[in-house]
């Protein structure tokens, strides 16, 4: 069974930073492609990031694209999510969510088997 833990959200004002962390329990976790999504309070979940097994590969959604960033720490089983220039319309819960690389890499949104419970971000203007 695959488990993925994230940690790092909480409350902050506009134009702060914030990293997430996600910790997987597995043996295999260089085999994940890795993503990070978020839902907002009435509205879907929507992707926000993704990485690549081996960390080279990343993506990102055109809303946090050059504010939020992607990276992976194999030999710690972790992943992050570096969020920068924190605005009030990124307040939601974040999930990070993992893939066997063979469904697909960051660039495909989609497929994501393993999810986390999720971390609340709040972002006050």
């Known amino acids: 069974q695959v488990l993925l833990a994230e940690s790092g959200g909480g409350l902050v004002q506009a134009g702060d930073s914030l990293r997430l962390s996600c910790t997987v329990s597995?043996?295999?976790?260089?085999?994940?492609?890795m993503g990070w999504f978020r839902q907002a309070p009435g509205k879907e979940r929507e992707f926000v990031a993704g990485?690549?097994?081996?960390?080279?590969?990343?993506f990102a959604a055109d809303s946090v694209k050059g504010r939020f960033t992607a990276s992976r720490d194999n030999a710690k089983n972790a992943a992050y999510l570096q969020m920068n220039t924190l605005k009030p319309e990124d307040t939601a819960t974040y999930y990070c969510?993992?893939?066997?690389?063979?469904?697909?890499?960051?660039?495909?949104?989609?497929?994501?088997?393993?999810w986390g419970q999720g971390t609340q971000v709040t972002v006050s203007s």
């Open positions: 969510a993992g893939k066997l690389y063979y469904k697909g890499g960051p660039y495909y949104t989609s497929g994501y088997d393993y």
């Open positions: 597995t043996p295999t976790f260089s085999n994940f492609t």
């Open positions: 990485i690549s097994p081996n960390g080279v590969g990343k």
